[in-house]
């Protein structure tokens, strides 16, 4: 791997290319094709003859790119249930405060502020954690059926005197 990169730096034609390498040995009984080694043993797994082996996919070749009303109907939804479950905590810690406010053996004179404090930063939160999570239900139901492109389109053409320009888009 060093030596891949010297190669580069030192800008070696060579260098387009990375060397060569094997993969190490994997170290395992052989095993019978013919015969099932799962079949004949009580244990799914055991007694099979690829115990120490190590299978590669390659899954990055066979992933279609995620359409980004999905990707972003992910992040805004999600990131709106953290929002409602902050705000949810701001509540219960105004009512906890509010609570310790009216007491009546023993009042806590700070927490009056501190309630007040919560259950605006509670409202706040629940505010957007709800748009939040409209937004990416809106953006999960209005997904593009097969289709992964930005949507979004500009075109000019010429005219006698002019030219016309048009821009084009989709929600």
């Known amino acids: 791997l060093f030596g891949h990169i010297g190669a580069r730096l030192a800008g070696d034609a060579g260098a387009d290319k990375p060397p060569a390498v094997d993969p190490p040995p994997v170290d395992s009984p052989p095993v019978d094709k013919g015969a099932d080694a799962n079949a004949t043993s009580g244990n799914a797994g055991a007694g099979s003859?690829?115990?120490?082996?190590?299978?590669?996919?390659?899954?990055?070749?066979?992933?279609?790119?995620?359409n980004p009303y999905v990707l972003w109907g992910h992040v805004s939804f999600w990131t709106g249930v953290g929002a409602l479950a902050a705000s949810g905590a701001c509540f219960g810690l105004a009512k906890m405060e509010a609570d310790a406010y009216a007491d009546e053996q023993d009042p806590q004179l700070g927490s009056k502020e501190k309630s007040r404090a919560f259950a605006g930063a509670a409202w706040a939160a629940l505010g957007i954690g709800a748009a939040l999570v409209a937004t990416g239900a809106a953006l999960w139901l209005l997904e593009p059926e097969g289709e992964t492109g930005s949507g979004v389109a500009a075109s000019a053409a010429p005219l006698p005197g002019g030219v016309s320009l048009s821009f084009g888009g989709r929600w």
């Open 49 to 66: 003859g690829d115990a120490g082996a190590v299978a590669i996919v390659d899954t990055a070749s066979s992933a279609e790119p995620m």
